[in-house]
Every structure is written in C-alpha cells, then in structure tokens.
C-alpha cells in the first residue's frame, strides 16, 4: 500500500505497552483488502491501519519474533 498524495507526510514514532488487560479490536473492510486493529486500555489507544499484505507481512514477522524468544528461553518457554 503506498502513501495517497492527499495525506502528510509526517513521520512519528510511538511505544505499545501491552499488557493482559490490553484489547485488540480488529476492524474489517473486506473492499478494500484491509483492516484496521485497536490496541487500547483505559488511558490511550493506537490503531494499526494496514492492507492484507502488510497485515501478512506483519504476523510472519511477529511468529518468527515469537520462535526467537522460544528458542532464546530454552525448554521452559510457553
């Protein structure tokens, strides 16, 4: 997905803290081949707005993240 000539071209960073109490609320726009996820708690939220590939993109980075941590841990991990 590139970057519609309409919007800023502002670059920011921001930090997620997730924690258990911490909602993810997907939302759907099938038309268009993409999503938007809420991650929120009771003081601030951010959402994710991203077309099916680079959701894709981002869930193998996030499985393959995930792999690292187990294999780093050693038999414990779960």
């Known amino acids: 997905m590139t970057r519609p000539a309409h919007l800023p071209a502002v670059v920011m960073s921001t930090s997620v803290h997730l924690f258990s109490s911490t909602s993810f609320t997907p939302r759907l726009y099938p038309a268009d081949r993409r999503a938007t996820v809420r991650l929120g708690s009771r003081d601030v ?3 994710l707005y ?3 590939a680079n ?3 981002l869930r193998d980075l996030l499985a393959e993240v995930v792999a690292q941590l187990d294999a780093a841990s050693g038999p414990t991990a779960a």
């Open 45 to 47: 939220d951010v959402t």
């Open 50 to 52: 991203a077309d099916r």
């Open 55 to 57: 959701l894709a993109r």
